[in-house]
């Protein structure tokens, strides 16, 4: 059971952290985010580009949540099954 619990932590470990990873190198090289947001400067009450700002917001947004949640799952949930996994090792059986 310990050992089924430390590969699953480091398995949601290592998964959580690549998630983490992938989405913040999509994050760097999110430039439509730059771009929609300098061409709703220009023109602040242009619908069009208010849309195009909001559509590319969400995904803006959504990487930056999901950099964070990957993260906190991988490193936090992970580490806990880690930690869990090591101690159901070290107790004696009954």
Request: glycine share 14%; no cysteine; net charge positive.
């Amino acid at each position: 059971m310990s050992a089924w619990l430390r590969g699953l932590g480091a398995l949601i470990l290592g998964l959580g952290v690549a998630t983490a990873m992938a989405a913040g190198w999509y994050l760097t090289r999110d430039t439509t985010y730059a771009e929609a947001l300098a061409a709703y400067d220009r023109h602040p009450g242009h619908p069009l580009f208010q849309a195009d700002y909001y559509v590319a917001a969400a995904r803006h947004y959504g990487l930056m949540g999901l950099v964070v949640a990957g993260l906190l799952v991988g490193l936090g949930g992970g580490s806990a099954l880690v930690a869990l996994g090591q101690v159901l090792r070290r107790l004696p059986r009954r």
